[in-house]
């Protein structure tokens, strides 16, 4: 059809230049009857009249302006280029496009947070058969109320849901809150993001003091590892500060691939360093009411092991179980393996197995201190006790190794375990 089109524009074009030519040609000429007839008119001699009357006559005669036609020899006629689109006009008419989705309204009464998981339910506000699939947003938060536009952490996107509900699992509540916002799409495009909503996540959240833990102990964080060279690499490290003895060589200086531990501000004032035989290192977070739960894994070939809580004014050189200030499950895997709960010196040997990793629940104004295997939530042992002051999640290795996890809920089958009175028949009198 273009070229066609070409063709025809071509040959329009070549006949109105023929025609241009034509009249330019009769413009000439007329030009050159006109200058005769001039010069016929200025004659004197009234013989010369007839003969110029003559020339006249035949000039006009033979003259091609009157032969000419000033009618354009083409018209703007199109109509033998004309399409008819009828049809696919038709067809296109026909065609069905899928409308943008609406957007999603988040249900807060029916939406969960329980056990470190997020259950979000939505709602469409109109019945929309062609919606493929949904995309949820999410990201943490420290701040109540209506998300910011500007938050230090990213939005964490899951596509393809399929249902107006879903569930994250396995989350760290690490935050005070959690930010959600989710938008509908179809096959050709997505909707909007509904209001973003903010739901709280409580959870207990702490780090382990590196100030209060004994020089053998590298405190990384949440990770505790027993060193038997760190008191000694102190011991130099003050000598030289001090400028007593001999000063080491860096080659040869004992600190020299001993990293130093992480040491983390303490917000509650200092307290001395626990030394001697009590290799112990305190949270930095103190308990002073409500349900608290939190995780620790440690290394099953650590030849000793505790967990529990403690008051903050523990001893430097008591280990913990031994005094009425402490708390804890301890695993001995030294010359006789023991497991057993400790408290003020008193002891009560538990059955075996020994999971190696446990959960500690503390509900401070119930005075109820359980411990559990973290992977099957059994209860092992549970202290009932009247805590007369705050007290900090406490931990003991020797020759090993241990690893906290905190930002945990309260396991829904923990608090089952509470209710139903499993936590009290479980406890030791003798050792509250």
Not at 30 to 36: G, Q, R, V
Not at 128 to 146: A, C
Not at 196 to 202: A, C, G, N, Q, R
Not at 260 to 271: A, I, L, T
């Amino acid at each position: 059809m273009l070229m066609k089109i070409k063709q025809d524009r071509a040959s329009r074009t070549y006949e109105l230049q023929n025609q241009l030519a034509a009249c330019t040609r009769a413009l000439e000429s007329s030009e050159e009857l006109l200058e005769t007839a001039n010069q016929t008119l200025q004659a004197t001699d009234s013989n010369d009249f007839p003969q110029a009357a003559k020339q006249i006559k035949d000039g006009v005669t033979m003259a091609p302006a009157f032969r000419l036609s000033l009618k354009a020899k083409v018209s703007d006629n199109m109509s033998h280029l004309m399409v008819d689109f009828a049809q696919e006009r038709r067809m296109l008419q026909a065609l069905k496009f899928l409308p943008v989705p609406s957007t999603p309204v988040i249900d807060l009464a029916e939406s969960l947070v329980a056990d470190n998981c997020v259950t979000l339910v939505w709602r469409m506000p109109d019945e929309d058969s062609k919606i493929d699939h949904y995309v949820l947003e999410y990201r943490r938060t420290n701040f109540e109320g209506p998300p910011r536009l500007k938050e230090d952490q990213p939005w964490m996107v899951i596509e393809g849901i399929r249902q107006t509900e879903y569930t994250l699992t396995g989350l760290k509540f690490d935050m005070k809150y959690m930010n959600f916002r989710v938008k509908a799409c179809n096959k050709a495009v997505a909707g909007e993001f509904s209001e973003s909503v903010t739901l709280e996540t409580p959870a207990f959240m702490f780090r382990l003091d590196a100030s209060t833990s004994h020089q053998n102990l590298r405190v990384d964080d949440l990770s505790v590892e027993w060193d038997a060279m760190g008191g000694k690499v102190q011991d130099i490290k003050a000598r030289e500060k001090d400028g007593k003895g001999r000063t080491a060589s860096p080659v040869n200086s004992p600190a020299r691939g001993v990293p130093s531990p992480k040491r983390m501000p303490s917000g509650r004032g200092g307290r001395d360093r626990f030394t001697a035989e009590s290799y112990t290192v305190l949270g930095d977070t103190l308990i002073d009411g409500g349900e608290h739960y939190w995780e620790v894994r440690y290394e099953p070939d650590s030849k000793a092991f505790g967990v529990g809580v403690a008051y903050r004014s523990l001893g430097r050189f008591e280990q913990l179980g031994k005094t009425a200030a402490s708390w804890c499950l301890h695993v001995n895997n030294w010359l006789q393996v023991s497991f057993t709960a400790k408290h003020a010196n008193k002891a009560k040997v538990l059955e075996p197995p020994v999971p190696d990793c446990l959960g500690v629940h503390c509900d401070f104004h119930q005075g109820l201190l359980s411990f559990y295997n973290a992977r099957t939530k059994q209860l092992l042992h549970t202290f009932k006790a009247k805590f007369t002051q705050p007290v900090l999640p406490a931990f003991t290795v020797w020759c090993g190794s241990f690893q906290v996890t905190t930002g945990l809920q309260v396991p829904s089958s923990v608090r089952c375990l509470q209710k139903r009175g499993s936590a009290t028949s479980s406890s030791n009198t003798s050792l509250t």
